[in-house]
């Protein structure tokens, strides 16, 4: 799954070959959740709980599409679990996630 919010997040990069690789990868992606009212309305709920707004966005966007939001993020995951009853997804490490499916 992709996002708007990812896309938003990799056209900042000013490292234009790092950038390139980004969106390659992005670009795998079979669907893309489109930023819509409910989603920004629930960012800022998120973004109320202490995450910074775009890092809330991404956890928005996620939860709208999925069970499970994977990061290498380590602010996000932690805020993800200080707040676990006010965020409607499980985030992990995409490492972490992947021990524990096999």
Do not use: F
């Not at 990799?10 to 690789?21: F, L, Q």
């Amino acid at each position: 799954m992709g996002s708007e919010a990812i896309d938003y997040e990799i056209s900042g990069i000013p490292d234009a070959e790092r950038r390139r690789k980004l969106e390659r990868i992005a670009s795998i992606s079979i669907e893309k959740i489109l930023v819509d009212e409910a989603i920004a309305a629930r960012a800022l709920e998120i973004e109320n709980l202490g995450l910074g707004a775009v890092d809330a966005l991404h956890v928005s966007c996620a939860e709208r599409c999925a069970d499970v939001m994977l990061t290498t993020d380590d602010e996000i995951i932690r805020a993800a679990l200080r707040k676990n009853s006010s965020i409607n997804i499980k985030v992990m490490n995409p490492v972490r996630w992947l021990l524990d499916v096999l």
